[in-house]
């Protein structure tokens, strides 16, 4: 199963939707504007939050805990690396690898394809595409894409603003 992802490129804020591989609108995504750290809760389409995504401020490197049912469920954690971005998902045993300045990574567990995510180029605003090959992994690989996506951003915010 696929779902797609476009995120507004002017949002005042991040409010967006998820599609299924049928252009159906599957889940809304909307941040906190005014808030302390980037804050995500996800929505199924009748409205009711089906989790809830944190980031933790007060870390030296970006780290980002999903919530499912008030129960934390994954922590999303930037390594401390020179060379290549590298992720860890506690929580799931998890791993993730690949190419993540390029949106062009998978995450396994046990070497086993949970979802690969490839970025879509040359469009108006990022455009992803998770292909997820278990349905009852759906959500929270959503939700930890969305985390390494916010754990990107703030590194790549956090290295504009020192230069």
């Not at 970006?62 to 999303?76: L, S």
């Not at 490839?118 to 929270?140: A, H, M, R």
């Amino acid at each position: 199963m696929k779902l797609l992802i476009k995120q507004k490129v002017f949002s005042w804020g991040d409010k967006f939707t998820v599609k299924d591989e049928f252009g159906i609108d599957k889940y809304q995504v909307e941040g906190e504007v005014f808030s302390l750290g980037k804050k995500l809760h996800i929505y199924n389409m009748a409205g009711e939050e089906v989790a809830y995504i944190e980031q933790r401020v007060w870390s030296l490197l970006p780290k980002y805990i999903v919530y499912m049912n008030d129960r934390e469920v994954a922590e999303i954690k930037k390594e401390f690396t020179f060379l290549r971005p590298k992720y860890t998902i506690e929580g799931l045993n998890w791993d993730v690898e690949g190419d993540f300045m390029a949106h062009d990574y998978l995450i396994t567990h046990d070497g086993y394809q949970i979802i690969s995510i490839q970025k879509e180029w040359f469009t108006w605003g990022d455009f992803y595409t998770l292909e997820i090959s278990n349905v009852q992994d759906e959500l929270i690989g959503l939700a930890v894409v969305l985390s390494i996506d916010c754990a990107m951003a703030s590194a790549a915010s956090a290295s504009a603003a020192s230069h």
